[in-house]
């Protein structure tokens, strides 16, 4: 069964940056889109960024283009977020999760219900 565990959250400055980890095992990442979600407290789930299988496809929130990157690397099972140039709105417990199946508009399908395999995620906060 496959198993997501997150890191790499903290506390940072506005301005700083993060990169958020996210590690399976029990099953190879080849065949698995992966989002990255956050839920801010009082606030829904929200998603952030998700990538397809081969990681050719990518999908970002308006509210973080320009400013996170979202990578994968199959061969590490490791899915990455970088994270720039954070605001004080980017704070909450980030998640990661997997979908199997080879998508290509991962954009459209970047939301909650979509997902599952979730990780116990990892807290973000940023303040000065």
């Known amino acids: 069964q496959l198993q997501l565990v997150e890191s790499g959250g903290g506390l940072v400055q506005p301005g700083g940056s993060l990169r958020l980890s996210c590690v399976a095992s029990?099953?190879?990442?080849?065949?698995?889109?992966i989002g990255w979600f956050r839920q801010a407290p009082g606030k829904a789930r929200e998603g952030v960024s998700c990538?397809?299988?081969?990681?050719?496809?990518?999908g970002y929130a308006d509210s973080v283009k320009g400013r996170f990157v979202i990578s994968k690397d199959n061969a590490k099972n490791t899915v990455y977020l970088q994270m720039n140039s954070l605001k004080p709105e980017d704070l909450g417990i980030y998640y990661c999760?997997?979908?199997?199946?080879?998508?290509?508009?991962?954009?459209?399908?970047?939301?909650?219900?979509?997902?599952?395999?979730w990780g116990q995620g990892t807290p973000v906060t940023v303040s000065s």
């Open positions: 029990g099953h190879t990442l080849d065949g698995y889109a």
């Open positions: 990538i397809s299988s081969s990681g050719g496809s990518t």
């Open positions: 999760a997997a979908r199997n199946g080879r998508f290509t508009d991962v954009q459209s399908m970047c939301h909650p219900p979509y997902f599952g395999s």
